[in-house]
């Protein structure tokens, strides 16, 4: 009788047990989720510096698009941009490097990268990108470019022998900072090895984006 009443003690226990785990996965949201992220970067409370919601979208798309597998960002501030193009890393199977001279946004860009699960498909490199493009390995096939406006084309060098065929180079603001990267449109505009177009991307700023493909 005692041992009876020691079983159904513990086979009470353990239905407590279940239950409150089951409870506890229920209060534990996927942070991985299609639903969460959106939600997520639908509640994302901008600053002046962020991607526009409408301007990360395009990178998503163009990285999806293109079927890009590893991508370069100079400049990730909160990672606004490195969330959206992530997603699609992410899809794609491939990784997106994000490289933020700042460590205030490098911090504050690996917690919102966390807060949605894309810490192992986006790494965010701290340091100059002047400095640190140069010695990072490999091939790329994706770049986005939203640092120093009067850098892009340093930057672009920096990385342009590790762009295989069919890369996709997006810049940033070339509309309203026409005048600090003439260097770098004349320079794509005039090579054979690119096509190039200027888009009017965000409405909010009322700027635009350069987009190329690399031909060769
Ligand atoms: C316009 S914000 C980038 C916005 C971001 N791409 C997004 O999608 O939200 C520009 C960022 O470039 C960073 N930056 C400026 N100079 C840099 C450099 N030389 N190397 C790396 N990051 C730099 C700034 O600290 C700033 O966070």
């Known amino acids: ?22 409870r506890s996965e229920e209060a534990r949201p996927d942070i991985t989720s299609e639903a969460f992220r959106n939600q997520f970067i639908k509640d994302f409370k901008h600053i002046s510096l962020d991607t526009t919601a409408g301007d990360a979208m395009f990178l998503r798309i163009m990285v999806e698009a293109s079927g890009a597998k590893r991508g370069i960002e100079v400049g990730a501030a909160r990672a606004f941009g490195a969330i959206n193009m992530g ?79 069919g890369s996709v180079v997006v810049a940033d603001n070339v509309i309203r900072s026409a005048k600090a990267v003439q260097d770098f449109l004349d320079y794509l505009q005039n090579s054979p090895d690119y096509d190039t177009v200027i888009i009017r991307a965000s409405m909010e700023k009322n700027d635009g984006m350069s987009v190329s493909y690399k031909k060769r």
């Open 87 to 165: 997603i699609a890393f992410e899809r794609n199977g491939g990784r997106l490097w994000t490289v933020e001279i700042d460590p205030d946004m490098v911090k504050a860009a690996r917690e919102n990268l966390a807060a949605v699960g894309l810490e192992k498909t986006v790494t965010v490199v701290e340091g100059d990108a002047l400095k640190v493009l140069g010695g990072m390995e490999g091939e790329y096939d994706f770049v986005f470019l939203d640092a120093v406006k009067s850098d892009y084309l340093k930057y672009l060098k920096l990385v342009e022998k590790k762009l295989k065929p």
């Open 1 to 22: 009788m005692e041992r009876c009443g020691i079983v159904i003690a513990a086979l009470a226990a353990a239905g407590i047990g279940a239950a409150l785990a089951a």
